[in-house]
């Protein structure tokens, strides 16, 4: 993975933004999602990851997140989820899709005739327990800030239903400290 972000520091943890190329709408449906959650849980279980938050959109997600190598999580969960998402999308016969990331391909990806991933992810250390909870706060209200619904907790691809009662999240949350 190429990019000029970098992580300055390792023990951090982080809040990232990773977008599909030309912000195509690929999470429109569980069974999309869910392959981020289940890459999300193997990269904890394997590969150190912590979570402390995390949102799903239609084209991109937030996320808090800290590992002993994020870089690395990051690339391999990227080019894991790359294949998984074109996989989903050949079985579900969705040539339209498959088209935009031949399309919108980066010419200096030579290995690959597609791209599902625009480059990098954008992290930004947390420093403190404010930045902590202004970060969360936005994670959570994406959603909301652009009117898909009315509260956080609504959202059902969000760690925001991690501290509602009687909700059972999608994917429990890792503590920060």
Same mark, same amino acid.
């Given at each position: 993975?190429?990019?000029?972000?970098? %992580?300055?520091? $390792?023990?951090?943890?982080?809040?990232? +933004?990773?977008? *599909?190329?030309?912000? *195509?709408?690929?999470?429109? +449906?569980?069974?999309?999602?869910?392959?981020?959650?289940? @890459?999300?849980?193997? #990269?904890? =279980?394997?590969?150190?990851?912590? %979570?402390?938050?995390?949102? %799903?959109? /239609?084209?991109?997600?937030?996320?808090?997140? @800290?590992? $002993? /190598?994020?870089?690395?999580? &990051?690339?391999?969960?990227?080019?894991?989820?790359?294949?998984? %998402?074109?996989?989903?999308?050949?079985?579900?016969? #969705?040539?339209?899709?498959?088209?935009?990331?031949?399309?919108?391909?980066?010419?200096?990806?030579?290995? @690959?005739?597609?791209?599902?991933?625009? =480059?990098?992810?954008?992290?930004?250390?947390?420093? /403190?327990? =404010? &930045? &902590?909870?202004?970060?969360?706060?936005?994670?959570?209200?994406? $959603?909301?800030?652009?009117?898909?619904?009315?509260? $956080?907790?609504?959202?059902?691809?969000?760690?925001?239903?991690?501290?509602?009662?009687?909700?059972?999240?999608?994917?429990?949350?890792?503590?920060?400290?």
């Amino acid at each position: 993975m190429r990019s000029r972000y970098r %992580i300055h520091e $390792p023990q951090a943890a982080h809040f990232v +933004t990773s977008t *599909i190329v030309a912000w *195509i709408p690929v999470f429109t +449906t569980a069974a999309r999602c869910d392959l981020l959650i289940q @890459s999300w849980l193997h #990269c904890r =279980e394997h590969k150190g990851l912590r %979570i402390h938050g995390w949102v %799903i959109l /239609d084209n991109h997600f937030h996320a808090v997140l @800290s590992a $002993p /190598d994020l870089m690395q999580v &990051m690339r391999d969960f990227k080019r894991h989820t790359a294949r998984q %998402i074109l996989n989903l999308l050949q079985a579900e016969n #969705c040539a339209w899709l498959l088209h935009q990331f031949e399309h919108f391909h980066a010419v200096h990806k030579v290995q @690959s005739e597609r791209q599902v991933w625009q =480059e990098g992810f954008h992290p930004v250390a947390i420093t /403190d327990d =404010e &930045m &902590m909870v202004q970060k969360l706060d936005y994670v959570h209200n994406n $959603p909301v800030k652009r009117g898909l619904v009315a509260a $956080p907790e609504h959202w059902r691809y969000s760690s925001a239903h991690v501290w509602c009662e009687g909700v059972e999240p999608v994917l429990r949350c890792d503590p920060w400290r």
